[in-house]
């Protein structure tokens, strides 16, 4: 196996080329022990959500496999699959992790986005979830704004619908109501989204936003901009059934 500086070469080659810049579970287990901990250190690579569909570990075929995955109520999960070929399998966990390799040209933006302060909506978004009793006064204080300003916000008018969706133990709901498995903080881009189908809806854009306009309007490739839909739909919950 290559050794470290040869490795990163190849993954940055790599993000440019057809293959894609995402790095699934099968591919890592090939990887020298503790190769990919350095690689996420190093911000070479960064997780992503887990993957829904994965490749059958079970046979030969290498058939894609959406795999039933039963979380418990200590937050644990354990997956299974009745493939043809072998009948009932566990499916070990590890298999849904999936990376992306962070490439040169992203690299030097999301290191001055962590640094800038974040709109207003997105601060009041996340005391509104985090803090469920909080009045606009208190909010006003953390996020070093007025209480004025802070009633003008999305945050602040969905601040029901916010606090619906959010547990502070486990994370966001899905549209059905069952734990997400992500408790991330609210973004700036999944406000960008909520106003997008808002536009859409109210006909002020008549361009449906599709991911390859989501992720242009983000600058992120589609793969994100499909994750980052995901979540928004969760947190912010909004009709966005033209997209598969
Ligand atoms: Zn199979």
């Known amino acids: 196996m290559m050794e470290l500086e040869e490795h990163i070469k190849s993954l940055a080659k790599r993000a440019k080329s057809r293959v894609g810049n995402v790095i699934v579970a099968y591919e890592v287990k090939k990887w020298p022990e503790g190769r990919l901990e350095q690689l996420l250190k190093m911000r070479v690579l960064r997780s992503l959500p887990d993957a829904d569909e994965i490749r059958c570990p079970g046979c030969t075929k290498r058939h894609m496999i959406v795999p039933i995955r ?22 070990p966990e590890f298999l849904f992790k999936r990376w992306e390799i962070v490439t040169e040209e992203e690299s030097p933006k999301d290191e001055a ?39 003008t916000t999305l945050a602040w008018t969905m601040r029901k619908q916010l606090r619906q969706r959010y547990d502070t133990k486990k994370g966001w709901k899905d549209s059905e109501g069952s734990m997400d498995a992500y408790s991330e903080e609210i973004q700036a881009e999944h406000w960008d989204i909520y106003n997008m189908f808002q536009d859409y809806k109210s006909g002020k854009n008549p361009d449906y936003p599709s991911i390859v306009r989501i992720a242009e309007k983000l600058k992120v490739k589609e793969a994100r901009a499909k994750e980052f839909l995901k979540q928004a739909k969760s947190m912010l919950e909004f009709e966005a059934d033209k997209i598969d």
Do not use: Q
Request: proline share 7%; net charge positive.
């Open 113 to 151: 986005n962590k640094k800038s302060v974040k709109p207003l909506n997105v601060r009041v978004g996340s005391i509104v979830i985090k803090h469920p009793k909080a009045n606009s006064e208190e909010i006003a204080k953390l996020v070093g704004s007025t209480d004025g300003s802070v009633r």
């Open 70 to 91: 039963t979380i418990l109520p200590n937050g644990d999960s354990y997956s299974e699959h009745l493939c043809s070929k072998e009948g009932l399998i566990p499916i």
